[in-house]
């Protein structure tokens, strides 16, 4: 590389990089990292001289090249960007600092809805339904999963899992959401149903001759045949349509 080329490369790579308006308050932000260092400390450091550093300053008579902009930003510790243009975070991690941005309670409502949970465990819990329980707390889901999975947002409820009996796919203390609109059992899905005063979680299949068999996905537990003549003393609660778990 001959002499002139590396002089034109050296002109290049110290041209100005940012857009005027932002280089235009470059001084007032400099002095305000000057505070009271003197200027030829601060000219030393940054590597110019300091009447080079006294042109950059109010009212700017001069623009700092981008590799002086380099210099004083590595030397004050303050983001390359802010220096130059003023936009975003000063410090050199503080955007990792910013809380999260907060949404307003319209927001909210239109991306989620809030499912009531109750205190009832399903598999050898007891209690008939869940009117007249009480809500202990209450689970977000989008809107966009509950459109998709076609359920009325007014028939959800959470329920906890007791036992082993659905393990691997429910094991005990998950949460269960609940779709209360959907009470005709399909095969191979997993319903929670009442029998006497007792709620299960089971798989549901189809008998031929009316009946229903319950399936645990835990094949030490045996499958439950309901004959035909037993089928009015079950009561299909609701279709699990989700399955909240720990790790």
């Known amino acids: 590389m001959t002499y002139k080329e590396r002089q034109l490369m050296n002109k290049e790579s110290n041209s100005v990089a940012f857009d005027d308006d932002g280089i235009a308050t470059f001084p007032d932000r400099l002095k305000g990292l000057i505070e009271n260092e003197s200027l030829r400390k601060f000219a030393l450091a940054v590597g110019i001289s300091e009447g080079g ?7 700017g008579r001069s623009k700092p090249t981008f590799d002086k902009l380099v210099a004083i930003s590595r030397y004050k510790n303050v983001n390359i960007e802010w220096l130059a243009t003023g936009v975003g975070p000063m410090m ?17 409502n239109e991306e989620f809805i809030l499912v009531p949970g109750y205190h009832i465990q399903v598999s050898t819990g007891n209690g008939a339904c869940f009117q007249g329980e009480e809500v202990k707390r209450h689970l977000a889901f989008r809107r966009k999963y509950l459109k998709y ?8 409820a959470v329920v906890f899992s007791k036992g082993d009996s ?17 009470t ?26 009316g009946g229903l068999v319950l399936i645990s996905d835990n094949k030490e537990y045996r499958e439950q045949v309901i004959q035909p003549d037993e089928v009015n ?11 909240g778990k720990d790790v």
């Open 53 to 59: 550093l006294r042109k950059y300053l109010p009212p």
């Open 92 to 108: 050199i991690g503080d955007e990792l600092k910013q809380p999260p941005a907060s949404i307003t309670n319209a927001e909210f």
């Open 149 to 156: 999975r076609q359920s009325n947002p007014d028939l959800l």
């Open 166 to 182: 659905m393990e691997p796919t429910i094991k005990d203390n998950d949460s269960l959401l609940i779709d209360l609109g959907c």
């Open 184 to 209: 005709e059992p399909k095969d191979g899905k997993i319903f929670v149903v009442r029998i006497g005063d007792d709620l299960y979680a089971k798989r549901i299949q189809q008998l031929v001759s």
């Open 233 to 243: 003393q079950l009561q299909v609660i609701g279709q699990v349509i989700w399955i």
